[in-house]
Structure formats: structure tokens, C-alpha cells
């Protein structure tokens, strides 16, 4: 399936009713939905769903649990803080393995 087409099933099965934040769609599901041939997590229906957000400007969210278009400023703003604060995450990890590395 054409990245065109299978954005489009993945963009369908988002806006079905019943997906929400708390109910998402996994990414397994949406690649199979989508005709997608992937391999076990599912790289290349990542790059699609990323590819929607960045280029066809598509609010997708997403949780431990799968997508899910993002619907509510409050929704995004849940998505958003979640972001911050895994970068936060990183950034206190990237320099406490600096200073693991270079305090030998």
C-alpha cells in the first residue's frame, strides 16, 4: 500500500469514535490497518504517523498504549508535558553519563 493510502486508513481509524487517549489505537493495529508490512515495533508505520504530524500537520498524540488524535487543548497539552518532561528525562541521563565517563 502507497504511503497516501495507508495514511489515509490510518487517519480513518484515528478519527473512529471510540479512539481516544485513554482508548488509543496500537501501532501494530494501525500498521495492519494500513496494509502495512512491519517488523516487530513497527518502524516504518512510525515514520508514517511522524510524517502525518510534520507535513499533513495531522494532531496525532501518543501514549504507552498506541494514537490517537489529539482533540482538546487540554489533550495536547497532556501530550505536550509528557514530552518535556521525557527530553527532561534525557537530558539529566545524557549528563550523569558524561560525568560517569569523564570522572574516571
Known amino acids: 500500500m502507497c ?6 486508513a490510518i487517519l480513518e481509524e484515528l478519527k473512529n469514535w471510540d479512539v481516544t ?5 496500537p ?3 494501525l500498521a495492519a490497518i494500513a496494509g502495512i508490512d512491519d517488523k516487530e515495533s513497527c518502524p516504518k508505520t512510525r515514520k508514517i504517523i511522524l510524517e502525518m504530524i510534520e507535513k499533513d500537520k495531522v494532531a496525532i498524540g501518543s501514549n504507552t498504549k498506541g494514537y490517537f488524535l ?4 487540554k489533550e ?3 501530550v505536550f508535558n509528557g514530552w518535556m518532561r521525557r527530553q527532561l528525562a534525557m537530558t539529566h541521563r ?8 569523564y570522572s574516571k
Open 3 to 8: 504511503n497516501v493510502n495507508a495514511k489515509r
Open 21 to 25: 487517549e485513554d482508548f488509543p489505537v
Open 27 to 29: 501501532v501494530k493495529a
Open 70 to 73: 489529539i482533540k482538546t487543548e
Open 76 to 78: 495536547m497539552q497532556k
Open 94 to 101: 545524557m549528563q550523569a553519563l558524561y560525568d560517569a565517563f
